[in-house]
């Protein structure tokens, strides 16, 4: 299971998928620069990020919380999403994750 | 100007950490002044998560972030600790006396012999948009808050941001403005259903414009802005003449000042040791999310340990010479007493 994640340099990181992680906790675990700040309670949305190639619409649609979440993040794109409310799963292997600004 | 407040310890951050560091204090007869950006104790707790629950905190098997600040508000309530809420600490100065002075940017001033960073993530700090050069209007036409409605008075407003406090002020501001233009990532609002009925109103009646927007770049000249490109969801693009600019996003935590105040820093962390939670500036501390050591944990519970082992250390500073008599409040009644339990 791997995925694929690009910070706001447009660097690529490969980062060993982890099953039942949160995309944020794996984000953070590799080193990236996601802010996280209140630790995956999905109430801060500084863990945004862009799903890439299509996975917005390959995954199950973000719930009412996360949507009402999302208008507290900045630049947000028809494909943003709070990573911490994404979870790890063989579903996920391959997908594509660009950090949003901030 | 009041002359300085002196006092024992000045904390900058009411956060939990800082809250038991009163505590801990106390006991030892030192008292404390704290000093926050918010207008409320608990930092990220009420600020971040006041409903959701909490379950680590020794004691508690379940526990919100309001109620452990509520909680704790009450536990350090013997030890009439001052408040300086919405202010942000912003510098820190050693008197020739070997005190410390912090000032805040509401100008008042904190003369204590122990200083104790309990700050957390930082200050909580307005998120500002990803717009090339918005800095250069801050202050001056681009506002994360508003303080005095009349300077809005007859200008060209644009409002960006779905929460409570987006829709609050376009609704607020809409009468008084020239126009008014609220944009949003999408056509629904996390805001009350009441403001956004009313915002739809306005909408309809012709007085406010809506767009599913977001805002491009900022037009103007010396601080002053002219107009904004507005991109919609379709990637169409155009000027919209704007005299102020809103954006409301919420707060995030920056560490702001505290890195100027000559501490050693490490990755926006201060280092300490875990003797004494002491910075590499003797009479500086620093508890909670701020610090850093080897094995550092992010949690309220080490917050409070590190508060604790703090307070033993600062006694040595702020009462040189005098003996540390190690007390536990169960079987010593002057702690009792401070406490006014018995």
């Known amino acids: 299971m791997k995925i694929f994640a690009k910070d706001r340099e447009g660097k690529e990181s490969v980062i060993e998928g982890r099953d039942g992680w949160t995309i944020m906790e794996m984000l953070r675990d590799a080193g990236l620069p996601i802010t996280a700040e209140c630790g995956g309670a999905c109430a801060c949305a500084t863990c945004h990020v862009y799903l890439e190639d299509g996975w917005y619409e390959k995954l199950p649609p973000p719930k009412e919380g996360e949507t009402d979440m999302l208008d507290m993040a900045l630049a947000v794109k028809p494909n943003s999403r709070l990573s911490c409310q994404l979870i790890c799963s063989e579903e996920l292997d391959g997908l594509k994750v660009t950090l949003a600004p901030e | ?342």
């Open chain 2, 1 to 342: 100007m009041s002359s300085p407040i002196e006092t024992d310890a000045a904390i900058v951050g009411a956060g939990p950490a800082g809250l038991f560091a009163v505590f801990e204090l106390g006991l030892l007869d030192l008292k404390a002044h704290l000093v926050d950006i918010l207008d409320r104790a608990g930092g990220q707790c009420t600020e971040l998560y006041p409903e959701k629950p909490i379950y680590d905190i020794p004691g508690l098997p379940i526990v919100s972030g309001q109620e452990l600040t509520d909680r704790l508000m009450e536990q350090i309530k013997p030890f009439g600790a001052t408040f300086h809420f919405g202010e942000m600490a912003n510098a820190l100065e050693k008197l020739p006396d070997g005190r410390w002075k912090l000032s805040t940017d509401m100008g008042t001033e904190i003369v204590a012999r122990v200083v104790v960073i309990a700050a957390g993530g930082g200050s909580f700090m307005p998120k500002r948009p990803p717009v090339p050069g918005i800095e250069a209007y801050e202050g001056s036409s681009v506002h994360y808050a508003v303080r005095k409605m009349e300077i809005f008075r007859g200008k060209n407003v644009l409002i960006a941001g779905g929460g409570d406090s987006a829709l609050d002020w376009t609704l607020n501001l809409a009468p008084i403005a020239k126009s008014l233009t609220l944009v949003h990532h999408r056509d629904g609002f996390r805001a009350a259903q009441h403001s956004v009925n009313r915002m739809r109103e306005l909408v309809e009646q012709g007085k406010i414009n809506f767009h599913v927007a977001s805002v491009k770049a900022l037009h103007g000249e010396g601080g002053a802005l002219s107009g904004a490109t507005l991109a919609g969801a379709d990637k169409r693009e155009w000027h919209l003449e704007t005299d102020a600019f809103l954006p409301f996003f919420g707060l995030t935590m920056k560490l702001g000042p505290i890195a100027e105040f000559g501490i050693n820093l490490h990755e926006n962390l201060i280092p300490v040791d875990t003797a004494r939670f002491e910075s590499q500036t003797p009479g500086i501390f620093g508890i909670g999310d701020i610090v850093t050591y080897p094995g550092k944990l992010k949690l309220i519970l080490s917050g409070f340990h590190e508060a604790a082992l703090m307070a033993q250390a600062a006694f040595h500073i702020c009462r040189p010479g005098e003996k540390l008599r190690f007390q536990y409040t169960t079987s010593s009644s002057s702690l009792q007493k401070k406490l006014g339990v018995i």
